[in-house]
């Protein structure tokens, strides 16, 4: 079982910049699907961005397409989650996730994740 464990978060403001990681503990990092999900109080958890197993595949929420930038080390068992021109709605809790041979379609919806990350905040003032 795979354990992740998030670093990074915390308090910013509009148009900051900020830098999320996630570092798996297990031997079999390459064959897991990493994901971000974020939830607001009040609100739904929801996907955020997905890196396949399989080399190269990435997606993004409609929300954060071109201002968020997931990013994975295979050596290091490590994903990051690089998150720019950072808005007040991008307030949440965010969670790092991981799902045995998962891509992009099968993780979108959270139901196929194997672990959970314990969660960081991250709030953005206007």
């Known amino acids: 079982q795979v354990q992740l464990v998030e670093s990074g978060g915390g308090l910013v403001q509009a148009g900051d910049s900020l830098r999320l990681s996630c570092t798996a503990k297990?031997?079999?990092?390459?064959?897991?699907?990493m994901a971000w999900f974020r939830q607001a109080p009040g609100q739904e958890r929801e996907m955020v961005a997905t890196?396949?197993?399989?080399?190269?595949?990435?997606d993004y929420a409609y929300s954060v397409r071109g201002r968020f930038t997931i990013s994975r080390d295979n050596a290091q068992k490590t994903v990051t989650l690089q998150m720019n021109s950072l808005k007040p709605e991008d307030t949440a809790v965010y969670y790092c996730?991981?799902?045995?041979?998962?891509?992009?379609?099968?993780?979108?919806?959270?139901?196929?994740?194997?672990?959970w990350g314990k969660g960081t905040q991250v709030t953005v003032s206007s």
């Open positions: 890196a396949s197993w399989i080399p190269n595949s990435f």
């Open positions: 297990t031997n079999d990092f390459n064959g897991y699907g």
């Open positions: 996730a991981a799902s045995w041979a998962g891509t992009v379609a099968s993780m979108r919806g959270g139901n196929a994740i194997d672990a």
